[in-house]
Every structure is written in C-alpha cells, then in structure tokens.
C-alpha cells in the first residue's frame, strides 16, 4: 500500500498579488464603522463656538445663555482648560480655546455637550462673545516684510557667479486647495471612570494626538489612549489636532461619552489646507539646453499656526529645482505666519508648489531654446550617483527619470475626439471651437520623514487561530495599508492566513503618521522583519527547515503542526528605521532625506478658448515604485493622485478674502467627479528601492505632484499664452 503524499500549501495572496481589501465590502455596502458611526452609552454631544472674525480682541464671554439651554451638561472656556493650553504638530503655539487674542476665521472661543446634536449646536451659538475686531495680516509677502515668518531657509550650491547663454524667467502662483476628505472630522471620548479617557477620533498619527492631548491639559500619559478609528479620506488633513482635545476636556468635565462630528462648513475650519505659493524663478541654461543655474525665491503662506509649515517649506525648497542636474543653485525660502487660516499637510507637501514653478520654467525654457520640453527634460536628467543640487546628497536609490520620461513618450496619444465636449452635459460649446493641447511635467519627491528625524514604526506579528496578526498603530485612511501589511506577513512568514489588527497608544509603539509617502515602508518594514525574525525563531527553535500553514517541516515531514505554535504563544515585535538623515548646514547641503519617488506626466486637454472651458481628456503617467506590491491597490493610489492633481490645475480652491473662507462648502468648493475623471494610462518603473521592504517605495504622493503641472502646460500648449497660477480659471484663458 502506498502513502499518499501530503502536499503543502503555497501561500496565496502575498506580495504581488490584488488580494480583495477586508474593509472593502463593508466600505461599499456601506456597513463599514467610521468615526462618525461611533456610540457609547450616555453619550453626550459636542460643539464648538467659532470666532467670526479673523483677527480680534476678546473682551469678554457669557456662557450663561447657553448653559441656560435645556439639555446641555457643559460650556467650557480657556478658563477651564488644566494644563498648559497649548498645543502643535511641532510646536505647541495654538491655544486649547482662544482666550485674549484670535488669529484666525473660526478659531475656536468655547466647546458645549449637551443631550443632542442639535441642542449642542445650539447652545454653542448662544454664548455670547464681545469682540474688538482688529486690522488682519493676510498678505504674505506683507507678513516677510514684517518678518512675521515660521522660518526662512537659503539653500546656496556651486558657483553664485555663472550665467548661463539663455535665461528665462517667471512668477508663478498656487491658490489654497483643501484636502476635502468626504468623511468630516469626528470623534467619541469616553471617560474610564479613573481620570483616564480612551480617545476615538479622525487621525492620522495616534500617538501624536495623545501627546499633544497629554501636554495641552496637563495629564500623564497613561490616562490617554487614542485608538484608531475608521477615517474617510485623509490626505494630511487629519495629521493635526483639531476636535481631539476638545473632546477629551469634555469628557473629563461631565463624566460621560461625549462624541463630535463637524458639519461640513465647519470642516473647511477645522482642518489645515495645502499652502498657497507665491515664487519667482530664474533659470540660466546653455544653447544646446544644458541647466547652468536656477535662482528661486519661494513665499509660503502658513496662515495663523505653525503645525507643519517648515517642514513643507524645507520640501517646497529641497524640489525647487525638480529631478534635474544643475551646478549652480541659489533658493530663498519663506514660511510666513498670516491671520488666514492654518495650512499644514496635504498630498505632496510642498513639492507641488514648487512642481509648478520649475515646471513651468522647463516649458519656458524649451520654448526659448526651439527644443522639444522633453528632450530638455531627459537631458538634464538625474539619476543614481548624482549629487542632488540643492541638498548635494549623494543619490543612492535607483532614480529612474530618464526611464520614465522615456516610458511616457512610449505611450500613444489618443486618436480622435473625445465623447464628452468642455462644459460638459451643459452643451456650451461645439466641437469646431475646441483647440487640443498636450502639456509635460516630472516630480520627483522625498519618501519619509527628513533633516535628521528619527523616522520609525512599531509592529507585532503574532500566531492565532486567526492565522498571523498584525498589530499596529498605523492609520488606514483608504489607501490599502492593511491589504499591503496582510500581504508582507503572509510573503515574509510563509503562511496563507494573514489579517492587520489596529490597537490602541497603551497596547503598541508609534508607527508614525500615515503621511510622506512612509507607511508602506516604514510599517512595512517592521512588518516585514519581524515576520522574518519569528519564522527564523520558530524553526530554530524546532529545528525546522520550512514554515507553512500546516506548521514546522523537517527534511518535508511535519515535526511541529501550526496547533502547536500556536498553543506555544509565538509573537515578535520589531521597530523598523530608514536610513539615517541630517538636518541641514547653513547651505541647506546635507543627507536630508531617505529615499525619492519619480513620476512623469503628460496630460492631454480640449479647450474652448472664447468660453474658458477646459477638459482634461487623458492623463498618461510613468512612476517609479520600486516593486509593485499590490497592482490593483498602487492602480488606485495613482488614478486617485492624479484626480487631485487634477482639481487642483482647473478647479479646487479655497477663496479667502480678509482671512475669510467665502466658500467653505461643496457648493462653491469644486471638486472633480467621476464625469471630470480623465482616461489615465500608466507605466510602473520597477527599479527596487535600496532599502524599502520587497523593494517597495511609497506611491501615494508622486502621482498629484507633478499632474497639475502638466494640465497647465496642456492649456498653455492648446491656447498659446502664458499661464502662472493654479488652478486656472475661465478667465484665465478666455480674458
């Protein structure tokens, strides 16, 4: 009688595969808990009261209408804020509650629970606030004559005396884009009945808001745990504080679960914007196309509040040239402190701003030169070896942009005319009036954090009945994280079963923000490693050769079933760290980043010159990824950068006036939509990062750094004139 061979399974849905995401049904059957559907027992209602003025005096506060309300358990002032009262991203400057001075449209004066939502919103409007409306600072470059300013930073490479044969110059603008997450800002305190609190809120970075709850109000650590919670979009408008303290000071106060949810105009207020930009460019270059020099002064408005400002501007500064060789290098930089309304993190931090002001100068200076833009591009192409000219950091990732400009001119452009005319199902125009353009442009960006930050994440990796779990603090704000982290435990353990378990500040170590293109490297890599480490530790210990979904294999027999290794409790934790960086020298020079990401665009429009009407037609694309790790998932980070991109070249913008947002809605805030979404045709540039797990190198940022960019040049290409600002307007083009 012969024994039948017992064959071992192979692991499935590992690295390289399109496993289905575990939040994705319930995301579309709508079952999925986000922080809005969060309830407790009890629960009270929070708001807030909000100054209507962007720069003023208080001179006093009545609360007594609004405690008077029917129903309402609190009315909290700075006066009842413990502890210090300040809070900040990097630096603690913006107050808990305002209590003598506001800075800014919507800062908050007062927060109110009560019974109900309504009956909070309410009260919140019946306290009664006196004001001396004061003159506001909102012009920035009024604010770097005043020396109101976060930061300066001059960057200073090679000769400062060369000129080059042909020179051209620029002035360039980009307005403020909001990241307008569709899921407002939410949370739910709920006390522990000891002076403690579990925090539930939107967030990208738990352990940051706990410590920032901890110092604003004086607690000790372990008496706040902030949990992850389901976030709908992201984007870096949940990286900051914002309703977290709140909620905390709330809870404490009565004693109850108080939960938050911030209508949607109140949404514009509470979260920080993309910077807008002010820059001028000068760029000195040789006949045959050669960069010789690049001057840059570039003007950030950072609005009323620091949170991330200087590190954008660093970005903003660092990308001032773009993916381009060039010896001689002068950029001034300057983060100004305004009474508009704080800007901090946004897809591509600082590196579209400054995206669209070389890019801008390329086009220029082809133009100058009779030169085809992207052979100008391929010709001063960076690559691995090179010195970066701004920071003069040795590049050691591979950088392929001469690979992905090459790819993207391989991409055919489209025949024929495109079914859906500019101005859409209105039928403003006719096909006889529309012009096509074709516009180019390459970024290139840092991956994780820079300038000598100790940039790290926290996993454990665990045996269960449940197969292996990830334990880990970092957000999953839609990108796929925990289908990519699912994937990197089964690859690097050797098991089929796999899922990401979130657990709270108390239970785990920091995994940093989910933002700077980090998590799937950072977390990734501690995922990774300690996968590896316990596999290596399970058989070592059994003295195995080979770990599967059965359990330890010896020589092929099965020496150790998983039931065992299980009961045996085997777990590993791992805290993974990119390569060192620095902060930089009084010339900017210095290892300032980890790694660097490459995308390459080229956008096709139709434009109706007479009426200002643009559609964008296609927006073909070729990135380097490092190793693709999920196709489906990195598909999807790209089609979704290049739709923000997109907003942000032809519609997105926040209209300020006098500090004021004049449309803090999705009425007069446009966004693309699916009959706005451009055909997208994509090439991945599989070059393996030198120190990303697998390979991989993040992809979130890439795709929206360099898209606006080139849908401007697109328009400029179709109707002949100069374009400097984003987004572009009917008037823009028409006037």
Not at 152 to 164: H, N, P
Not at 609 to 628: C, H, M, N
Request: aromatic share 6%; proline share 7%.
């Amino acid at each position: 009688m012969t024994t039948p061979t017992r064959t071992r399974p192979t692991v499935t849905s590992g690295i390289g595969d399109s496993p289905l995401r575990p939040d994705g049904v319930p995301k579309l059957k709508g079952e999925f808990q986000y922080a809005q559907d969060l309830w407790s027992e009890g629960m009270l209602w929070g708001a807030t009261t909000r100054s209507p003025h962007a720069r003023a005096r208080i001179v006093s506060i009545d609360i007594g209408p609004a405690l008077a309300t029917g129903g309402v358990h609190a009315v909290l002032t700075a006066d009842d804020v413990p502890g210090p009262g300040m809070f900040g991203l990097e630096h603690p400057d913006q107050p808990v509650l305002a209590s003598d001075e506001i800075n800014y449209w919507g800062e908050p004066v007062a927060i109110v629970a009560a019974e109900d939502p309504d009956t909070a919103r309410r009260a919140a409007a019946a306290v009664v606030v006196e004001y001396e409306a004061l003159p506001p600072l909102t012009d920035p470059e009024e604010a770097d004559r005043a020396d109101s300013v976060f930061r300066r930073l001059q960057i200073r490479s090679g000769d400062q005396e060369v000129t080059g044969e042909v020179v051209v110059e620029g002035y360039y603008e980009v307005g403020t884009q909001d990241q307008a997450p569709l899921g407002t800002e939410a949370g739910l305190a709920v006390p522990d009945g000891s002076g403690g609190v579990d925090l539930y809120a939107t967030s990208q970075f738990v352990h940051a808001d706990q410590s920032q709850v901890v110092e604003a109000l004086g607690l000790r650590p372990e008496q706040v745990r902030s949990h992850p919670t389901g976030v709908g979009g992201a984007f870096g408008a949940r990286e900051d504080v914002n309703l977290h303290i709140h909620l905390v000071m709330l809870a404490l106060h009565t004693g109850q679960p108080v939960k938050m949810v911030y209508q949607r105009s109140e949404s514009f207020t509470g979260h920080v914007h993309r910077h807008p930009a002010r820059m001028w460019y000068r760029h000195h270059a040789t006949r045959d196309g050669k960069l010789v020099r690049v001057e840059a002064k570039i003007l950030l408005d950072g609005g009323a509040y620091a949170s991330t400002t200087s590190a954008v501007l660093a970005n903003a500064c660092y990308f001032a040239v773009g993916p381009y060789r060039v010896d001689s290098v002068l950029v001034e930089g300057i983060g100004v402190k305004t009474n508009n309304p704080p800007c901090g993190a946004m897809r591509g931090f600082g590196a579209v701003q400054s995206n669209f002001g070389y890019e801008s100068q390329m086009d220029r200076l082809a133009a100058e030169l009779g030169m085809d833009p992207l052979e100008l591009r391929r010709r001063n192409a960076l690559a691995t070896g090179d010195r970066n000219p701004t920071t003069q950091q040795v590049i050691q990732t591979p950088l392929p942009v001469a690979e992905c400009i090459d790819s993207l001119a391989a991409i055919p452009l489209p025949d024929g005319d495109d079914p859906i005319l500019p101005g859409g199902s209105g039928l403003t125009t006719d096909r006889s009036h529309i012009v096509r353009g074709v516009g180019y442009s390459v970024g290139i960006k840092n991956l994780g954090f820079s300038e000598g930050s100790d940039d790290y994440a926290e996993a454990r990796v665990r045996l269960t009945d449940e197969g292996a779990v990830v334990e880990t603090a970092a957000i999953e704000v839609g990108q796929g994280l925990v289908t990519v982290l699912a994937q990197m435990a089964r690859t690097a353990l050797g098991i089929s079963k796999a899922i990401v378990r979130h657990v709270d500040t108390s239970r785990i170590g920091s995994a940093g923000s989910t933002s700077a293109s980090r998590q799937t490297q950072i977390s990734g890599g501690a995922v990774m490693e300690a996968s590896r480490r316990l596999r290596e530790r399970i058989l070592a210990h059994h003295g195995g050769d080979e770990l599967d979904d059965l359990g330890v294999h010896r020589a092929g027999e099965l020496i150790a079933p998983m039931s065992e290794l299980i009961r045996e409790g085997w777990e590993e934790t791992y805290t993974f760290r990119h390569p060192p960086t620095t902060p930089p020298d009084d010339d900017g020079h210095g290892d300032i980043h980890a790694d660097f990401a490459i995308a390459a665009h080229r956008a096709v429009v139709d434009v109706d010159p007479e009426l200002g009407l643009v559609r964008v037609v296609r927006v073909d694309t070729a990135q380097d990824v490092g190793r693709v790790l999920n196709p489906v998932s990195v598909q999807g980070q790209i089609e979704g950068g290049i739709m923000q991109g997109v907003g942000l070249a032809v519609m997105e913008e926040l209209v300020i006036q006098d500090g004021v947002i004049r449309n803090p809605n999705f009425t007069d805030y446009l966004l693309p939509t699916i009959l706005d979404a451009p055909d997208v045709e994509m090439l991945l540039i599989e070059q393996g990062s030198w120190w990303g797990p697998f390979g991989a190198k993040g992809v979130g940022e890439p795709p929206t750094i360099s898209s606006t960019a080139a849908v401007a040049a697109a328009i400029r290409n179709a109707i002949g004139r100069d374009l400097n600002r984003v987004p572009v307007r009917p008037e823009d083009i028409a006037l």
